[in-house]
Structure formats: C-alpha cells, structure tokens
C-alpha cells in the first residue's frame, strides 16, 4: 500500500517561513498529481496548491505569492515552502497524492501536521 508521510509542521511567528515535505512509499503504484491541502477549526478542508507530473500548478487564492509548491518525481516527494506566514495560515495541512496501481486509481491522504502561525 500507498503511504504518505508528512514532515516539517511546526511553531513560526507572522512573516517567518516554514518548508512542508510529503514522501510517499511503497510498491507497485505510480503517482500523479500531488498536492497540499488544509483545514482550520470551523472550517472546510481548502485547496492549498497542486502540481502535475509536468510542473503545472495551481493555488489557492489565499496562498498565492507566497507559498510555493514543487516536486521530485524520483523521490515521490512534494514540498511546500511557505513564506510570509500569516496567524490565518495557522491550520492542519493534509498531503495528497492521486495514486495509479493496476486497475485502480484512488486519492491517498497523510495523516496531516499542524501549522502554528503567532502574531
């Protein structure tokens, strides 16, 4: 099976910088589309960023300019580096990953690492 291990949440003050890893292992499986994604007390789960095998992003507008998503396709790996941090970014961030086995094609979730932003 497919499992995605986050790593790098932690405690920063407003305008500081935190980078996000995502590693998925396993066997048997390749992996598409990744991407990050959060969720705040009394909120719905948002879109944070994506990327495609070929690069191509997309980002939540809440996001945009300052954070950035990238990948390692060798490594089944994603990262989020976030710059400018804000006390609103403060939040569960969940890795995702789009998995394809044969005869199968499933979303695959981390467990998720909490995002501390103070003023």
């Known amino acids: 099976q497919v499992q995605l291990v986050e790593s790098g949440g932690g405690l920063a003050q407003a305008g500081g910088s935190l980078r996000l890893s995502c590693a998925a292992s396993g066997s048997g499986f390749s992996i598409q589309t990744m991407g990050w994604y959060r969720q705040a007390p009394g909120k719905q789960r948002e879109l944070v960023a994506t990327?495609?095998?070929?690069?191509?992003?997309n980002y939540g507008v809440s996001v945009k300019g300052r954070f950035t998503i990238s990948r390692d396709n060798a490594k089944n790996t994603v990262y989020l580096q976030m710059d400018n941090l804000k006390p609103e970014d403060t939040a569960v961030y969940y890795c995702?990953?789009?998995?394809?086995?044969?005869?199968?094609?499933?979303?695959?979730w981390g467990k998720g690492t909490l995002v501390t932003v103070s003023s």
């Open positions: 990327i495609n095998p070929g690069n191509y992003t």
């Open positions: 995702a990953a789009e998995v394809v086995a044969p005869l199968s094609l499933t979303d695959s």
